[in-house]
């Protein structure tokens, strides 16, 4: 069965400083990967995902994550953060035909 | 586009008391989630429909947990009789998948916070 682990309950960055908030997955097959933001009282929203290919995904909001098959991670980045970055990042990872499995979520606070 | 639509968006509650969510999803998408979620965690699956049939309940209370999607579109959920523990958002999302790969993303309704007292 799938998992996903997300290290960090929370996370804090100065506003304009790099980002990253950590991922790490298991699976059987090939994994989908996929991050989604929840901001304060709304919905997931989905952000980017990993299929094939680059492994250098670039999303919404200036985000982008990197696969990394042999540590089986998919860290989350952003090069400057901003105080409206402020949310709930949960990853997710999903093979072929199976169920999404989200991770626990890290908490991003971004300081001014 | 709509997104995916969720009634009712808040609810309050005394325990031993029934309650119902219902949603609907994007216009086409072929599969349907329940999920719950508490407060500052990630989203836990409940049921898992592709078209009418649920293809995953295993994480489903079924003691009191009950879900429909009858007609492979819209879809209810339901607790009867609910707990102080139930207190959490239900969240229903949809995607559109294909037979032969899962690489879709989902796309999530707003929620239903439910309060038991």
């Known amino acids: 069965a799938q998992s996903v682990a997300q290290p960090e309950d929370q996370v804090n960055v100065a506003e304009g400083n790099p980002l990253t908030v950590k991922c790490t997955y298991s699976?059987?097959?090939?994994?989908?990967l996929f991050w989604y933001v929840q901001y304060p009282n709304r919905g997931l929203q989905f952000l980017l995902k990993?299929?094939?290919?680059?492994?250098l995904v670039k999303g919404s909001y200036g985000f982008e994550a990197e696969f990394n098959k042999s540590q089986t991670s998919f860290h989350l980045k952003k090069p400057s953060a901003l105080v409206s970055d402020s949310a709930l990042y949960c990853c997710?990872?999903?093979?072929?035909?199976?169920?999404?499995?989200f991770g626990p979520g890290t908490r991003l606070s971004v300081l001014p | 586009e709509a997104g995916v639509v969720q009634s009712p968006r808040y609810k309050i509650i005394e325990k031993k008391q029934p309650v119902a969510f219902w949603c609907n999803p994007i216009?086409?998408?072929?599969?349907l989630y329940w999920y719950l979620q508490n407060l500052g965690q990630g989203p836990e699956l409940l049921i898992r429909?592709?078209?009418?049939?649920?293809?995953?309940d295993s994480q489903l209370p079924k003691d009191r947990f009950s879900a429909e999607r009858l007609k492979g579109v819209d879809s209810t959920l339901k607790i009867q009789p609910a707990e102080l523990g139930d207190s959490a958002v239900y969240l229903c999302?949809?995607?559109?998948?294909?037979?032969?790969?899962?690489?879709?993303?989902?796309?999530f309704g707003p929620g239903t916070r439910l309060t038991v007292l």
């Open positions: 999302a949809s995607s559109l998948d294909r037979v032969t790969s899962g690489d879709n993303e989902q796309f």
């Open positions: 699976v059987s097959g090939n994994p989908y």
């Open positions: 990993y299929i094939t290919g680059d492994n």
């Open positions: 997710a990872v999903r093979d072929d035909g199976q169920n999404f499995v």
């Open positions: 216009s086409g998408h072929n599969t």
């Open positions: 429909y592709e078209n009418e049939e649920a293809v995953d």
